[in-house]
Structure formats: structure tokens, C-alpha cells
């Protein structure tokens, strides 16, 4: 199993070692999060996925049921317990 890191810079020009051949760059990851909201609240691969798949407000993400947010790459089953409590405080639910 290769565990060596290459250097890679991103398009902004930030420098950065990787392992994988994952092209996101952590500092601009780190600049994109959101302060505030549900999506400031998950990981870095899931709030992308969401994002890839549309999925911004938690009205839109209402629309699904947990199964079908669970398909989505990048969710995984620990992303759950934020995103229902962001639902409920909202007064929401997954899709049944």
C-alpha cells in the first residue's frame, strides 16, 4: 500500500500533500465553509455532497428520505444525527 504524499497546488495556488489522487485543496475547503447553518455543522464530504446534489436549505433536503440522502457519496450514517436535529429544530422531518 503506497501511504506517500505528493505536493499538489490548487488553481488558487495553495500548496498541499496528498495521498489520494482527492483533487480538493484543504485550505480552500476551509475558506468555503459556511459560518452558520446546517452545512457548517458536517463534515467537509458530506456538505460537498449535499451541495453537488443541489441540496442547500433544509426544505430541499425534507424532500428526501434518509435512505436516499444515505446513497448520495460522501454521507455517511454519522451525518444523520446532525442533519435530523437541524430538521426538527426547523420543525422538519426526512421524508417518510
Known amino acids: 500500500m503506497n501511504t506517500s504524499k505528493e505536493l499538489k497546488t490548487c488553481d488558487k495556488?495553495?500548496?498541499?500533500?496528498k495521498s489520494t489522487?482527492?483533487?480538493s485543496c484543504p485550505t480552500c475547503q476551509q475558506e468555503s465553509k459556511p459560518s452558520s447553518g446546517f452545512l457548517s455543522k458536517?463534515?467537509?464530504?458530506?456538505?460537498?455532497?449535499?451541495?453537488?446534489e443541489?441540496?442547500?436549505?433544509l426544505e430541499q433536503l425534507s424532500r428526501?428520505?434518509?435512505?436516499?440522502?444515505?446513497?448520495?457519496?460522501g454521507i455517511g450514517p454519522a451525518s444523520l444525527p446532525t442533519l435530523r436535529a437541524a430538521l426538527e429544530e426547523k420543525?422538519?422531518?426526512?421524508k417518510s
Do not use: M, V
Not at 458536517?42 to 453537488?52: D, E, G, T, Y
Open 13 to 17: 495556488g495553495h500548496k498541499y500533500y
Open 21 to 23: 489522487d482527492c483533487p
Open 42 to 52: 458536517l463534515s467537509s464530504p458530506a456538505r460537498n455532497a449535499l451541495i453537488h
Open 54 to 57: 443541489g441540496i442547500t436549505t
Open 64 to 73: 428526501f428520505s434518509e435512505k436516499e440522502i444515505l446513497k448520495i457519496h
Open 91 to 94: 420543525q422538519l422531518s426526512f
